[in-house]
């Protein structure tokens, strides 16, 4: 391990769509379909808390999914469900080593955060479960270490924060 010094770059992922809150008897927590413009299959998948990561050629969806699963707590109660259907674009080059798992994650953070806005959603929970009103910057940061939970639990991939944090929280033209 060495220093690090971790930089808003013009890159980015953009998550484009549309999504609801609805009630559901069957159980079902997610019901999904994703495309992306890297990949040319639609991927279609229901988000349970039993949801096991893909080994097929979609692969990529699993960072979606990890990502929705981290956000399946936030719903009122067993009965309501996510319906999303979301298209993908970024211009990160993948596999340059430039974050492109983290950035979308973020983005598809940041689009299920503006779905669950309207229903007072706040981004974080206290340990006791309660929810905690946040401002911007700690908001940022529970978005990065949800992102970082969903890489390391869901993809299984171990990595740090860092590159979460910073495409969640960077800005142009601040260091």
């Known amino acids: 391990g060495g220093y690090v010094l971790p930089l808003a ?45 893909s080994d097929s050629e979609n692969k990529w969806a699993n960072y979606v999914q990890g990502v929705i699963l981290q956000y399946l707590p936030d719903l009122a109660n067993e009965e309501e469900t996510l319906q999303l259907d ?12 430039l974050s492109s798992s983290a950035s979308l994650e973020v983005a598809t953070a940041v689009f299920l955060e503006s779905i669950l806005s309207d229903r ?27 992102c970082q939970r969903a890489e390391n639990t869901f993809c299984g991939v171990p990595c740090g924060v860092m590159d979460q944090f910073v495409s969640s929280a960077g800005c142009h033209d601040k260091v």
């Open 86 to 97: 979301v298209a993908i674009a970024g211009d990160v080059p993948l596999g340059s080593g």
């Open 9 to 53: 770059i013009g890159y980015g992922t953009v998550c484009y769509g549309r999504g609801r809150v609805v009630k559901t008897t069957a159980g079902i927590k997610c019901a999904c379909r994703i495309v992306s413009s890297q990949h040319a299959k639609v991927v279609e998948f229901e988000a349970k808390l039993s949801l096991l990561p």
């Open 120 to 146: 007072g959603f706040s981004s974080y929970r206290t340990k006791a479960g309660k929810k905690s009103g946040l401002g911007d910057k700690e908001r940022k940061i529970e978005r990065a270490l949800r």
